[in-house]
């Protein structure tokens, strides 16, 4: 069964609709890639998503192993967090939240997880930094680190590449790739950039325009809405 | 000096109001941390006011224990703000400017109409600045101020990796199952309670500097969330001693003179952490 099978749902906020009819399904290991422009529901959808809000109707079923509170979250930054006084290791330490109940401590084992995700992307070094004296990219591969900790097999990451230099961005696409490829988590990623989020995607759902799109990557190029919208300036694609 | 001290230091009423102003201290700290980093420090202010209002009900009122009149009305205002922050009808700092000065005015008014003290202005003074309120405390309030500290002090150790991750992210920590309302909830609840604590070592008006300094002094200087508490903690309790110690020698007031420590601390605490940055 799918990870998360998403069913006729509709979306909204204060009783207005902004999404109708949305089906698509997330299988272990897919890459998808949620696109649209601004104030196309994108938001309300990662808001569903992770239980936040309910759906205005339809329903989400989740199968495969995957808890709803299991989804690795990597949210766009808040202006809070900017000078915020926190150690890296406190916060990436802080994704293992789910899994202590009422306990007020932290065990060796959750420990050593977020040891290991600090390992896997690359930022040990940084463990006893402070955070709002690292760079955006940096701060990105914490908080990614943080929603490693939180899952097992999903990540959705809102945004990942706003505010990110070209560089940083790029070394993020491709670290969100690693951990595709070689480790099998399922990547759900909210942008609006849609011709670089589109080159690494398995699949793509576009919400906002009618019709709907979901369906995989090559489909998607081949379909009017993806024509439209990744074709740039010159009318060549960038896929 | 000692010999002032000693003297000062058998007297009953000294040792208590050191006991009360130290867990006091103590406790606003801890909480002040969060409540600054999420961008909270008006609703301590606000909630004081609240405090105030229901405090002059409660002498009009002529209750024997004015605190069971003034910590429910405190903790619903603390809910009811935090409430409107979340909704966006009422703008949050509007709600709590308007709470806040409402109530001020209401208590003050009542006060003058109704109040059977002789001194009317002494009386909304010493609530305001608390300028005596810690000396004249009874065994029974020391009591209660121990209990309720330890109890602001045992939530805080129990809930800390949660008010962290709350107070860090709070999208963050929904998405993977902690009831952030909840702890909001409880945050809001225990900040009201230390308000209507601290009212009585600084008064309504000053209470809020209790909370926020220490913490925003510890900013300054360190920079992992463990630390901030710590230090916050322990600069708070230092400046409350030492206030409460010279307030004793000079015969100040007590609650102003908590409040100019601490202002003093910051302004230590700011250049070290220029200097810091320098080096």
Known sequence: MAQILCENLELGYEGRAVVRDLNFEVNRGDYLCVVGENGSGKSTLIKTLLGLKKPMGGEIRFGDGLEPDEIGYLPQQTIVQRDFPASVREIVLSGCLNRTGFRPFYTREEKKKAEDSLERLGIRMLEKRCYRELSGGQQQRVLLARALCATRSMLLLDEPAAGLDPDAMQEMYSILEELNRKEKITVIMVSHDIPAAAAYATHILHVGEEPLFFGSKEDYVRSGTGKKYLSGPGGETHV | ?279
């Open chain 2, 1 to 279: 000096m000692f010999e002032t001290l000693s003297l000062y230091f058998s007297y009953p009423f000294v040792r208590y109001a050191m006991i009360v102003g130290v867990l006091i201290a103590l406790s606003s700290s801890l909480l002040g941390v969060s409540l600054v980093l999420k961008r909270f420090s008006f609703i301590g202010d606000g909630l004081s006011h609240v405090a105030f209002g229901a405090m002059a009900v409660a002498t009009v009122l002529d209750v024997a224990n004015d605190t069971a009149v003034v910590l429910p009305i405190t903790i619903l205002a603390a809910v009811f703000l935090l409430r409107t922050g979340q909704n966006a009808k009422l703008k949050g700092d509007a709600a709590i400017a308007m709470i806040s000065v409402g109530a001020l005015a209401f208590g003050y008014l009542i006060l003058n109409l109704f109040s059977k003290s002789a001194n009317v202005s002494g009386d909304v003074c010493s609530t305001l600045f608390g300028s005596t309120a810690i000396l004249t405390l009874t065994r029974a309030d020391v009591w209660t101020c121990i209990l309720m500290s330890v109890l602001v002090i045992l939530i805080f150790l129990l809930f800390y990796h949660k008010i962290f991750a709350v107070t860090f992210d709070e999208t963050f920590a929904q998405a993977t199952g902690i009831r952030a309302g909840a702890y909001n909830l409880l945050i809001a609840v225990v900040t009201a309670s230390v308000i209507v604590l601290a009212m009585k070592l600084a008064g309504s008006l000053l209470i809020s500097a209790l909370i926020i300094f220490p913490a925003l002094s510890a900013m300054r200087i360190f920079k992992s969330f463990r630390a901030v508490i710590l230090a916050s903690a322990v600069i708070s309790v230092v400046c409350a001693s030492s206030g409460i110690f010279l307030s004793i020698l000079a015969s100040t007031p007590v609650g102003a003179t908590v409040v100019c420590m601490n202002m003093a601390a910051f302004a230590l605490a700011g250049l070290v952490g220029v200097c810091l940055k320098k080096t």
